[in-house]
């Protein structure tokens, strides 16, 4: 099928327009255009790539919603596991340090390992939600997976490109062959609230705590269930590295 120049022009414009607006609301938290300007922007580009379907590409915003899984998820194993954290709950005992064995345990552990006295630490709020890897080849989003057990996860590509939180392209230039990010989906409070408002308004079922409506909303079979949940993301960690370095 034959290319056409201003076809390709539009909508490589029309996809910069859409990112940049996705960048600067659910990341930056600076909206720039009304959601009506957004939506017309979003139409436009679907009509144009269904009319060529040669310029639909992977990391395109319109694939922000994908196709309905035929069965299960597909299992995806770890290069690098994903280690959870560890809890301490212990309450017990008269003074402070009784009172936090598990943590005096776990500080003695580093001690031991570092041969040093009094580790400095920090300390900085867990987000409740659920963890996920995300694969990018040449800065292009190609896989999504939830930690699972550590060593092997889930395959959630589909539901992962609807939060438009995700970039499916990555900004900027220069970035390695493979990067692995790792990072946490979460529901915020105010967004499981609204969902259950209108859940409750419509006679649906309620999401019983954010961290189940996130978790139950990245493990739908169909895309199009998670594209309607807004679900954020943060990222935290880097994975697998290969040719080339951060910049």
């Known amino acids: 099928m034959t290319r056409h120049p201003d076809a390709a022009a539009h909508a490589a414009t029309l996809r910069e327009q859409i990112e940049q607006a996705n960048y600067q609301y659910h990341v930056l938290d600076e909206p720039t255009i009304p959601d009506a300007e957004y939506d017309r922007l979003m139409r ?3 009509a144009l790539e269904a009319k060529h ?3 639909a590409r992977p ?6 919603v994908g196709a309905r899984a035929t069965g299960g998820f597909a299992e995806v194993r770890h290069a ?3 280690l ?3 809890n301490a709950f212990s309450e017990e005992g008269e003074t402070d340090r009784e009172r936090f064995s598990e943590v005096a345990e ?3 552990r580093i001690e031991q390992t570092l041969d040093r006295r009094a580790p400095v630490f920090s300390v900085e709020p867990k987000l409740d939600g659920l963890a996920i890897s995300l694969r990018y080849e040449h800065g292009v989003f190609v896989q999504g997976a939830t930690r699972g057990d550590g060593e092997t996860g889930e395959d959630v590509t589909a539901n992962l490109r609807t939060v438009r939180a995700i970039p499916l392209r990555l900004r900027g230039k220069g970035w390695p062959e493979v990067l692995e990010v790792r990072g946490e989906v979460v529901m915020l409070r105010k967004d499981f609230e609204a969902f259950n408002e209108h859940a ?3 006679g649906e079922k309620t999401l019983a705590n954010p961290r189940n409506g996130a978790a139950g909303s990245l493990r739908q079979l169909d895309p ?9 993301f943060f990222a935290y960690a880097v994975g697998v590295v290969e040719g080339g370095e951060l910049p």
């Open 200 to 202: 409750r308004t419509h």
């Open 53 to 55: 379907p040669e310029l």
């Open 80 to 82: 690098i596991p994903m």
């Open 106 to 108: 776990f500080e003695r």
């Open 224 to 232: 199009a269930i998670t594209a309607k949940r807004k679900l954020s």
């Open 59 to 64: 990391d395109s915003p319109t694939r922000k």
């Open 84 to 86: 959870s954290l560890g």
């Open 44 to 46: 436009e580009l679907e």
